[in-house]
């Protein structure tokens, strides 16, 4: 059972930054993908950003050029380095774990831009 520990979040005025870490612990598998959703009130979760295994990182259209997804040399550790924030970017952030099994998401961290 793969374990996520989100922090990071909080408040910050638009144009600021923010940066989310998400460890994962008990992971057996070594393919994988590790990335970040966010729901916003009354909306659906959505992808904010996403890392594979050994491939590119992919982005939501509504943060290229914003963001930017790292990971530990352990590859048990994601990052989300988020820049010139905007209040449309208020949502909780999950940070999400995928194997060839199954999903894991952590417990969430909020997120809020003010304008």
């Known amino acids: 059972q793969v374990q996520l520990v989100e922090s990071g979040g909080g408040s910050v005025e638009a144009g600021g930054s923010l940066r989310l870490s998400c460890r994962a612990s008990n992971i057996r598998l070594t393919a994988f993908t590790m990335g970040w959703y966010r729901q916003a009130p009354g909306q659906e979760r959505e992808l904010v950003a996403t890392?594979?295994?050994?491939?590119?990182?992919n982005y939501s259209d509504s943060v290229k050029g914003r963001f930017s997804i790292s990971r530990n040399k352990a590859a048990d550790t994601v990052y989300l380095q988020m820049n010139s924030l905007r209040p449309e970017d208020t949502a909780v952030y999950y940070c999400?774990?995928?194997?060839?099994?199954?999903?894991?998401w952590g417990q969430g961290t909020q997120v809020t831009v003010s304008s």
């Open positions: 890392l594979a295994t050994a491939s590119s990182p």
């Open positions: 999400y774990h995928k194997n060839r099994v199954r999903d894991y």
